[in-house]
């Protein structure tokens, strides 16, 4: 009998695209495990939907985490790369549990009401500087785990979001500098319940956010080089197969560049660090009535050259 990790991966992939088991000349990194495995190991997805190379086969000496490899910068990136020109044994999706692409960063920094049509929706002017707020790194699950409703909030909401992961250390980033301190890019779930984030706990965002389950990740992470504009993809979220999220990152306010080069600022940005950067219109609670996420609900985001990822509430 299958297990439940199994068994959502299953569910994910029938709403996945079928397509042909062909490595991707894109980098795609991800975390996964086997039955076989004693611990996560890093692999590359082979294309949108595809199976996974296992890289710590590959090179042994590589790190097994994905912080550890961001870290080492260019001396592991390279080694992934001499992997994705090489034909190697791709192991099938149905045999593999995938990971968050990167789990226990320092920081998930988050940012508000950052896409134009998201702030039309809500009839409020669009910001001139970031909002910022943040989740905290236990809130991080995988790209087909389960989000928990919490019993505590009857108000939890979806948003779709474009996720950037840092991979070079750096403060008071200038913001044509900035890229170069990306590693890539992942879609995220920024699970929000909605009574804390808006009334509860004197109206801050921080507990409404960062219930645990509530930063669903994945499944890849996409190296920038592989994404020819991250601010020109199509996002979206569908709840139970109907679309309820549609936009493009060209609605977003504040771009990456812009947004890296706010927030460090404030804080040194760390390899592995995440910046969720907003989501599009459609959310629940500004739907009338509000609408807001129940037990059995299939929650999909998706995110155009990145990919899908599928979360069941429980």
């Avoid at 550890?68 to 992997?83: D, M, P």
């Avoid at 991080?140 to 996720?163: F, H, K, N, Q, R």
């Avoid at 219930?211 to 601010?231: K, Q, Y």
Wanted: glycine share 8%; hydrophobic share 40%; net charge neutral.
């Amino acid at each position: 009998m299958l297990g439940s990790g199994r068994r959502r991966l299953f569910s994910a992939l029938l709403q996945v695209q079928k397509r042909p088991c062909q490595p991707s000349r894109d980098m795609r990194l991800v975390q996964f495990q086997t039955p076989h495995l004693e611990q996560p190991h890093l692999g590359l997805e082979a294309g949108i939907g595809g199976g996974v190379i296992d890289l710590n086969t590959f090179d042994p000496t590589l790190p097994k985490t994905m912080m550890q490899f961001l870290e080492q910068g260019e001396t592991t990136l390279s080694v992934a790369r001499r992997a994705l020109a090489t034909q190697l044994p791709v192991l099938c999706r149905s045999q593999v549990t995938f990971l968050a692409p990167v789990t226990r960063p320092d920081k998930v920094v988050c940012v508000g009401m950052n896409y134009a049509d998201h702030c039309k929706e809500q009839n409020v002017r669009v910001p001139k500087e970031p909002i910022i707020f943040s989740k905290f790194s236990s809130s991080i699950v995988g790209p087909y785990d389960e989000i928990i409703l919490p019993p505590e909030s009857e108000e939890v909401d979806w948003e779709v979001e474009l996720a950037v992961v840092i991979g070079k250390k750096g403060k008071h980033i200038k913001a044509t500098d900035a890229m170069a301190h990306v590693a890539g890019f992942t879609v995220a779930h920024d699970v929000s319940a909605r009574d804390w984030q808006m009334r509860r706990n004197g109206k801050q965002w921080l507990l409404g956010k960062t219930f645990d389950t509530f930063c669903p990740l994945g499944p890849a992470l996409v190296t920038r080089d592989s994404i020819a504009d991250p601010h020109n993809l199509k996002i979206c979220c569908r709840v139970n197969g109907e679309v309820v999220q549609s936009s493009n990152t060209n609605q977003m306010v504040f771009k990456t560049e812009e947004l890296i080069a706010w927030v460090s600022q404030f804080v040194t940005l760390y390899p592995g660090d995440i910046i969720l950067t907003g989501t599009p219109p459609g959310v629940g609670v500004f739907r009338k009535p509000p609408v807001f996420l129940k037990k059995g609900d299939e929650v999909q985001c998706e995110i155009e050259e990145i990919g899908v990822i599928v979360n069941k509430v429980v």
